[in-house]
């Protein structure tokens, strides 16, 4: 017999939609308190959690064999100082749409001067703002995981021209050309957009500076969806402030919450959300679950394995 314990914030949820899938040879545990958690822990041989919240009790799972995440990013349970004697799966193919959805909320909002005309409402003006079309123009992709692909697809539809930067040469649908790292700069002097998906690695940190910043043309939007260690983020101040770049729409960064006193609050031409470009929602994380519970009762490997070393 299994033994399932499940740590997230939407618990009662996660029990209802596990238990309505009547997983065979499997105990399911859901609780909140704190001192039942720690009592079950010992005795699960499966989490499915939120990676900071597993991230606190993992020592104390003697038994433990599998973790499944129930959000994208797993880098906090990727550490050199945590152990590795168990099998960690991620979560893919479930957040490209939404995370597109957000990326062209923000594109479309800017090229449409959506929030100018806004402002022109309420002042009861009525001016007319040109605009461009998105067909055209060059969007740029760092990071082709499933997320990376959706936006890819998503801007072709738009007639845009799309092109990525990621460490070999690979051909992709959608994308017009792969420029590998040695031609970085090549790749941001040629963007209208750029955005970032990439996962929070030695090799990624610090990527955006300010010296690949100066590389962008002043009419560029740098939007990041991927993790904040990406940006040196007293950069991209300096690069907004001196309109460098166009804008930013960042939705994540190097410390969350964002500190109240960030110089990137104030600037007109940042835009900043919460981290909440995609959600996990629990239907979705149950049935990459359930799947791939199937595949742990038979023996075979498990999907969206997360590699220790890389961190994704």
């Known amino acids: ?22 997983l065979p040879d ?3 545990v859901t609780t909140s308190d704190e001192c039942h958690v720690r009592e079950s822990i010992r005795c699960s041989n499966i989490i499915l959690g939120a990676p900071d919240m597993v991230a606190k009790i993992l020592d104390q799972a003697k038994y433990l064999q599998w973790v499944q995440s129930t959000f994208a ?28 959805q957000y990326v062209f909320g923000y594109i479309l909002s800017l090229e449409r001067h959506l929030v100018e005309t806004r402002q022109n409402q309420k002042n009861r003006v009525w001016i007319h703002i040109p605009f461009r079309s998105l067909a055209g123009l060059t969007l740029g992709i760092c990071g082709l995981g499933s997320i990376g692909k959706h936006v890819a697809q998503t801007a072709s539809h738009f007639g845009m021209r799309v ?45 955006i500076n300010s010296e690949t910043l100066k590389q962008m043309k002043t009419s560029a939007v740098l ?24 804008a930013a729409v960042l939705d994540v960064f190097r410390e969350e919450p964002l500190d109240a006193d960030s110089a990137l609050w104030a600037l007109p031409n940042a835009f900043i959300t919460p981290h909440n470009s ?10 990459i679950f359930y799947d791939n519970y199937q595949r742990f009762l038979e023996k075979r490997t498990l999907q969206y394995v997360i590699d220790f070393k890389k961190g994704y």
Request: net charge negative; proline share 5%; aromatic share 8%.
């Open 1 to 22: 017999m299994n033994r399932l314990l499940v740590l997230t914030e939407d618990n009662d949820d996660y029990g209802k939609l596990l238990k309505e899938r009547r």
């Open 26 to 28: 499997i105990e399911i």
């Open 73 to 100: 990013g797993v880098e906090v349970l990727c550490g050199e100082n945590l152990r590795r004697d168990y099998v960690l799966t991620g979560v893919k193919d479930i957040f490209g749409p939404l995370m597109s």
């Open 163 to 207: 092109v990525a930067c990621k460490k070999t040469p690979e051909e992709f649908p959608y994308i017009e050309r792969v420029y590998t790292g040695s031609s970085f700069e090549e790749f941001l002097r040629i963007l209208d957009y750029l955005v970032l998906v990439l996962p929070h690695t030695v090799e990624t940190t610090g990527l």
């Open 223 to 246: 939007i990041n969806i991927g993790r904040g260690n990406v940006i040196v983020e007293p950069d991209l101040v300096r690069a907004l402030k001196d309109r460098a770049i166009r």
């Open 278 to 287: 995609a959600v996990s929602f629990p239907p979705d994380i149950v049935q």
